[in-house]
Nanobody, 121 residues
Framework: QVQLVQSGGGLVQAGGSLRLSCAAH????????MAWFRQAPGEERELVAA???????NYTDPVKGRFTISRDYAENTVDLQMNSLKPEDPGVYYC???????????????WGQGTQVTVSS
C-alpha cells in the first residue's frame, strides 16, 4: 500500500513564502499525476497545481506566477513552493498522486494527510 507523507506548511505573514513537500512511501511501480489541492473551511477541495508524468504542469489562475510545483521522478516526491502568499491562500493543503503498484494494476488515487497553511495579514 502506498502512502503520501507531507511536510511543511505552517503560519506565515502575507507576502511571505512556504514550501510544502510530499513523498510517496511503499511499493511504487509508476506515478502518473502528482498534485496539490487546497481545502478552505466550508469549501470543497480544489486543485492548486499539478504535474503530469510527461513534465507538463498546470496551475489554477489565482496562484500562477506565485506558486511552483516541482517533482522528483526518481524519488517519487513533489514539492509546492508558495511565494507572495495572500490572505485568500490559507487552508489545508493535500498532496495527491495517481499510483500504480505493479505493471498490471490500474492507477489508484492516493491522498496525503493534509497540512495547514495559515497566512496572517
Amino acid at each position: 500500500q502506498v502512502q503520501l507523507v507531507q511536510s511543511g506548511g505552517g503560519l506565515v505573514q502575507a507576502g511571505g513564502s512556504l514550501r510544502l513537500s510530499c513523498a510517496a512511501h511503499g511499493i511504487v511501480y509508476n506515478i502518473n499525476v502528482m498534485a496539490w489541492f487546497r481545502q478552505a473551511p466550508g469549501e470543497e477541495r480544489e486543485l492548486v497545481a499539478a504535474s503530469a508524468a510527461g513534465g507538463t504542469t498546470n496551475y489554477t489562475d489565482p496562484v500562477k506566477g506565485r506558486f511552483t510545483i516541482s517533482r522528483d521522478y526518481a524519488e517519487n516526491t513533489v514539492d509546492l513552493q508558495m511565494n507572495s502568499l495572500k490572505p485568500e491562500d490559507p487552508g489545508v493543503y493535500y498532496c495527491y498522486a495517481d499510483v500504480r503498484t505493479t505493471w498490471a494494476s490500474r492507477y489508484a488515487s492516493v491522498w496525503g494527510q493534509g497540512t495547514q497553511v495559515t497566512v496572517s495579514s
